[in-house]
């Protein structure tokens, strides 16, 4: 059984937080779950991006008390399920522990692990992409979950 279950992208500010408040949606009537993330290269303490809060917004989502945080060791070792958004971030992840690699995956894991991809300061097009890419793999993890 999955308690705590990280989110993994680069600046913590677009793709992680996203799948986070995605996941916390979906999963709001389980109770004692940790969902949460980080970024291997965090843009501390900044907001969602305004266009990626904006989307999640027009689906009920509210993500406007997230804050990009780092991606430290602890959290990688408290965490029990870490899904990132592409493969350079899960060697980013065995870099950092190498011992969380068994509990590590690509959020896309169930559609041939495809990537997400990052679309920080791009169009809104590129972001209602990575939404519904996301809307997806989020699902195909619930049953995992």
């Not at 070792?77 to 971030?89: F, G, R, S, T, Y």
Request: charged share 25%; hydrophobic share 40%; net charge neutral.
């Amino acid at each position: 059984m999955f308690k705590n279950i990280l989110l993994v992208c680069i600046g913590n500010i677009c793709r992680s937080p996203t799948a986070e408040y995605m996941f916390k949606h979906k999963l709001a009537g389980k109770p004692g779950l940790t969902i949460h993330s980080a970024g291997l290269g965090a843009l501390v303490d900044k907001p969602i991006d305004e266009t990626a809060g904006k989307i999640l917004l027009e689906h009920g989502i509210d993500a406007s008390e997230h804050r990009a945080r780092q991606l430290r060791s602890s959290i990688l070792m408290e965490a029990d399920l870490i899904l990132a958004m592409e493969q350079e971030h899960l060697k980013g992840i065995s870099e950092i522990a190498p011992q969380v690699s068994g509990k590590a995956f690509l959020l896309g894991k169930w559609s041939q692990n495809e990537k997400v991809p990052d679309p920080y300061r791009k169009s809104r097009e590129a972001f209602d992409h990575v939404y519904k890419q996301i809307d997806k793999f989020t699902d195909d993890w619930l049953k995992y979950l």
